[in-house]
C-alpha cells in the first residue's frame, strides 16, 4: 500500500529480513517493567481477584487469565502498568480507551454523557489507527464504536452481560453429586435451594437469610442514642480488642480532633475563637489559631462545668461527657469496615495480598483575611495516607468515638501530578503530622501502586464502595465508577507519532523458516 515505508520489512543479506520496531513494541526491560506493576499491584478487597497469580517474570507473560481479569485488566489495571512502558504519544489513547471500557461499565450512568462516549470512541479509534497497523482494525475493534449507542437503547451493561449467569452455572455445577447422572442431581438441588428459599420467608427477623443478609463491608445499623453525631459510630470493628492504656499526649490530640469534629460544638469554637483573637491581638494569625486549639478543650471543659446544664437532657448529658474528656483506658483494633470499606492496618497489610491501608479526607481549612475577620475563608484540601492504628476513646455511658491513626501527606514535595493525569505521593522517612487522626466516618479509600522508576513514589487511585450508587435527580445524574485512575484530557492530540523505535532491536527472520 506504500505507507508507513518506515516500517517496512528490510534485507540484510540472502534469506534474512529486518523487522523495524513499531512505536507500539516494548523492549526487554519495559516488558519486565510491565509484567513487575502486575506482578506488585495489590489492591482492596472486593475489588478485583489476584491478577498477580498469573504474571509470570522469566520471561515475562500473562498466563491463565479469565474473562473477568481481562476485564478488570483493561478497565482498571492497563492504564497503570503502561504509566512508564510506552511512549505519550501511543499510551494516551490506550489509557482513554481504558477510561472509555470503564465509563460504558459503570452501575450509574447519566444519559447525557452517552453522547460524549460516542464522539470520545471516535477519536480515539482515529488515534490508534494512527498507531497500530490496519490489520488490526478488525470487527471486534470496530464493535467499540457501537457499544455506547447500545448502552442508550439497553441501559447498563451490568443488566446484560454474562458474569451472573457465568457465576449462576458454577452454583448448578456444585449441585452434582452423582457424575453418572449431573442432570437430576442438578435438578433435585435447585429444587430442594427453592423450598429452602421458600422457607426462609417464614422465619424470624433476626434469622440471616438470603432476603436480610448484609453486603460484605456494609455498615452496621446503628441506633442513633446519643444526641451528639461523634458518639453513633457508623462501622464496627473486626479481630480482636485490644485494650491500652493511651499516652497522655496521644490522648490530649485524639480528644482535641473529636472535639473540633464535633458539629454541635462549632458555636462553642467561635465563641473561644473571638476570646483569643482578642486577648491576642498583637500576635500574628497563625499563633492565634495553634492558642486556640491547644487551649480549647480545657476551655470548653471549664465552660461546661460553670453552665447551669439540665438535667435530663441527652444533648447536656452527651456534652458534660465530652467536656470530662475520655478514659485513659481504651481499646486498639487493626480492622475496621466503615462507608462500605474495609479498612487493614499497615501492619495487617504485610502478609496479605490485598491493599486495605490506603485512607483520604477532604478536609476543610480555614484562613483569615484579617485579625477583626470573624468569618474565615474555607477551602477544601485532600488528605491522602496510610493507616497506622485504629483506637477507641471511651467517654464513658457508652459514649465511644472511633478513630484512624495515619501518616499523612497533603501538598508540597511528597504530592505531585505527572504528565499523564497521575497523582503520585511518596511516604518515605514522612514525618508525623500534628493532627493524625480523622473520625472513622470521614475515610474513604484509596490504593497505592509502586512507580517502577523510583520506588519511594507510588500513584494514588480513588475508590468507591462496592454498594455506593449516586443516584442524583435525573436532571444531575453523576457517574458511578469504581475508581478513579487519571485524568490524560489534557494530552496533545496533535503530537507527531514516531513510527520506529531506535531504542530498541527489531525482528530478524529466516526466509527459510
Given at each position: 500500500m506504500g505507507i508507513r515505508t518506515a516500517l517496512h520489512p528490510i534485507e540484510k543479506g540472502p534469506k534474512k529480513i529486518y523487522l523495524p520496531p513499531a512505536s507500539f513494541s516494548m523492549g526487554k526491560k519495559e516488558k519486565s517493567m510491565f509484567c513487575k506493576v502486575l506482578k506488585q499491584i495489590k489492591v482492596p478487597d472486593g475489588y478485583a481477584s489476584n491478577i498477580s497469580r498469573c504474571v509470570q517474570m522469566k520471561p515475562p507473560k500473562l498466563i491463565g487469565l479469565k474473562s473477568h481479569d481481562n476485564h478488570i485488566l483493561m478497565q482498571q489495571l492497563l492504564p497503570v502498568a503502561l504509566h512508564r512502558t510506552l511512549s505519550k504519544s501511543v499510551r494516551v489513547p490506550l489509557i482513554r480507551l481504558s477510561r472509555y471500557f470503564r465509563e460504558l461499565c459503570s452501575k450509574v450512568i447519566s444519559p447525557t454523557e452517552m453522547t460524549r462516549l460516542r464522539r470520545d470512541i471516535a477519536v480515539i479509534?482515529?488515534?490508534?489507527?494512527?498507531?497500530?497497523?490496519?490489520?488490526?482494525?478488525?470487527?471486534?475493534?470496530?464493535?467499540?464504536?457501537?457499544?455506547?449507542?447500545?448502552?442508550?437503547?439497553?441501559?447498563?451493561?451490568?443488566?446484560?452481560?454474562?458474569?451472573?449467569?457465568?457465576?449462576?452455572?458454577?452454583?448448578?455445577?456444585?449441585?452434582?453429586?452423582?457424575?453418572?447422572?449431573?442432570?437430576?442431581?442438578?435438578?433435585?438441588?435447585?429444587?430442594?435451594?427453592?423450598?429452602?428459599?421458600?422457607c426462609s420467608l417464614y422465619l424470624a427477623d433476626y434469622v440471616e437469610t438470603r432476603f436480610n443478609q448484609s453486603s460484605r463491608n456494609d455498615n452496621a445499623n446503628i441506633d442513633s442514642t446519643f444526641a451528639l453525631d461523634v458518639f453513633n459510630i457508623s462501622g464496627y470493628a473486626l479481630g480482636k480488642a485490644i485494650a491500652t492504656k493511651f499516652d497522655t499526649e496521644i490522648l490530649k490530640n485524639a480528644h482535641q480532633y473529636v472535639l473540633?469534629?464535633?458539629?454541635?460544638?462549632?458555636?462553642?469554637?467561635?465563641?473561644?475563637?473571638?476570646?483569643?483573637?482578642?486577648?491576642?491581638?498583637?500576635?500574628?494569625?497563625?499563633?492565634?489559631?495553634?492558642?486556640?486549639?491547644?487551649?480549647?478543650?480545657?476551655?470548653?471543659?471549664?465552660?461546661?462545668?460553670?453552665?447551669?446544664?439540665?438535667?435530663?437532657?441527652?444533648?447536656?448529658?452527651?456534652?458534660?461527657?465530652?467536656?470530662r474528656g475520655p478514659n485513659v483506658i481504651g481499646i486498639q483494633y487493626h480492622k475496621f469496615v466503615s462507608n462500605g470499606f474495609r479498612f487493614h492496618t499497615k501492619e495487617?497489610?504485610?502478609?496479605?495480598?490485598?491493599?486495605?491501608?490506603?485512607?483520604?479526607?477532604?478536609?476543610?481549612?480555614?484562613?483569615?483575611?484579617?485579625?477583626?475577620?470573624?468569618?474565615?475563608?474555607?477551602?477544601?484540601?485532600?488528605?491522602?495516607?496510610?493507616?497506622?492504628?485504629?483506637?477507641?476513646l471511651d467517654y464513658g455511658g457508652g459514649r465511644k468515638v472511633a478513630l484512624f491513626e495515619c501518616e499523612w501527606v497533603s501538598k508540597g514535595k511528597r504530592l505531585k501530578l505527572d504528565e499523564d493525569g497521575f497523582m503520585l505521593a511518596n511516604f518515605k522517612d514522612v514525618r508525623r503530622h500534628n493532627e493524625p487522626y480523622i473520625l472513622a466516618s470521614q475515610a474513604m479509600q484509596v490504593f497505592y501502586v509502586e512507580d517502577p522508576n523510583d520506588c519511594d513514589w507510588h500513584v494514588i487511585i480513588t475508590t468507591d464502595a462496592r454498594a455506593k450508587y449516586n443516584m442524583q435527580p435525573m436532571t444531575d445524574v453523576d457517574t458511578y465508577l469504581q475508581s478513579y485512575i487519571c485524568n490524560s484530557e489534557d494530552c496533545n492530540e496533535h503530537e507527531e507519532v514516531v513510527w520506529v523505535r531506535d531504542d530498541i532491536a527489531g525482528v530478524e527472520i529466516d526466509t527459510d523458516l
Amino acid at each position: 500500500m506504500g505507507i508507513r515505508t518506515a516500517l517496512h520489512p528490510i534485507e540484510k543479506g540472502p534469506k534474512k529480513i529486518y523487522l523495524p520496531p513499531a512505536s507500539f513494541s516494548m523492549g526487554k526491560k519495559e516488558k519486565s517493567m510491565f509484567c513487575k506493576v502486575l506482578k506488585q499491584i495489590k489492591v482492596p478487597d472486593g475489588y478485583a481477584s489476584n491478577i498477580s497469580r498469573c504474571v509470570q517474570m522469566k520471561p515475562p507473560k500473562l498466563i491463565g487469565l479469565k474473562s473477568h481479569d481481562n476485564h478488570i485488566l483493561m478497565q482498571q489495571l492497563l492504564p497503570v502498568a503502561l504509566h512508564r512502558t510506552l511512549s505519550k504519544s501511543v499510551r494516551v489513547p490506550l489509557i482513554r480507551l481504558s477510561r472509555y471500557f470503564r465509563e460504558l461499565c459503570s452501575k450509574v450512568i447519566s444519559p447525557t454523557e452517552m453522547t460524549r462516549l460516542r464522539r470520545d470512541i471516535a477519536v480515539i479509534l482515529c488515534e490508534l489507527e494512527k498507531i497500530f497497523p490496519p490489520s488490526f482494525f478488525d470487527i471486534m475493534v470496530h464493535l467499540t464504536i457501537h457499544l455506547a449507542t447500545e448502552v442508550q437503547l439497553a441501559g447498563p451493561v451490568h443488566y446484560r452481560w454474562m458474569y451472573p449467569i457465568g457465576r449462576y452455572l458454577g452454583t448448578l455445577k456444585s449441585y452434582v453429586r452423582n457424575r453418572n447422572r449431573p442432570e437430576g442431581s442438578i435438578a433435585e438441588g435447585y429444587l430442594a435451594e427453592e423450598c429452602l428459599t421458600f422457607c426462609s420467608l417464614y422465619l424470624a427477623d433476626y434469622v440471616e437469610t438470603r432476603f436480610n443478609q448484609s453486603s460484605r463491608n456494609d455498615n452496621a445499623n446503628i441506633d442513633s442514642t446519643f444526641a451528639l453525631d461523634v458518639f453513633n459510630i457508623s462501622g464496627y470493628a473486626l479481630g480482636k480488642a485490644i485494650a491500652t492504656k493511651f499516652d497522655t499526649e496521644i490522648l490530649k490530640n485524639a480528644h482535641q480532633y473529636v472535639l473540633f469534629n464535633c458539629h454541635r460544638l462549632q458555636s462553642y469554637i467561635d465563641e473561644h475563637r473571638g476570646i483569643v483573637q482578642l486577648s491576642h491581638s498583637r500576635l500574628p494569625l497563625h499563633q492565634i489559631e495553634r492558642i486556640h486549639s491547644e487551649t480549647f478543650a480545657s476551655w470548653f471543659a471549664n465552660h461546661i462545668e460553670d453552665t447551669n446544664l439540665p438535667e435530663d437532657d441527652p444533648v447536656s448529658n452527651d456534652l458534660r461527657s465530652l467536656a470530662r474528656g475520655p478514659n485513659v483506658i481504651g481499646i486498639q483494633y487493626h480492622k475496621f469496615v466503615s462507608n462500605g470499606f474495609r479498612f487493614h492496618t499497615k501492619e495487617v497489610e504485610r502478609k496479605r495480598k490485598t491493599q486495605n491501608c490506603g485512607v483520604t479526607v477532604r478536609a476543610t481549612t480555614s484562613s483569615y483575611s484579617s485579625i477583626k475577620d470573624h468569618n474565615p475563608v474555607l477551602s477544601e484540601l485532600d488528605y491522602y495516607g496510610i493507616l497506622q492504628n485504629v483506637i477507641e476513646l471511651d467517654y464513658g455511658g457508652g459514649r465511644k468515638v472511633a478513630l484512624f491513626e495515619c501518616e499523612w501527606v497533603s501538598k508540597g514535595k511528597r504530592l505531585k501530578l505527572d504528565e499523564d493525569g497521575f497523582m503520585l505521593a511518596n511516604f518515605k522517612d514522612v514525618r508525623r503530622h500534628n493532627e493524625p487522626y480523622i473520625l472513622a466516618s470521614q475515610a474513604m479509600q484509596v490504593f497505592y501502586v509502586e512507580d517502577p522508576n523510583d520506588c519511594d513514589w507510588h500513584v494514588i487511585i480513588t475508590t468507591d464502595a462496592r454498594a455506593k450508587y449516586n443516584m442524583q435527580p435525573m436532571t444531575d445524574v453523576d457517574t458511578y465508577l469504581q475508581s478513579y485512575i487519571c485524568n490524560s484530557e489534557d494530552c496533545n492530540e496533535h503530537e507527531e507519532v514516531v513510527w520506529v523505535r531506535d531504542d530498541i532491536a527489531g525482528v530478524e527472520i529466516d526466509t527459510d523458516l
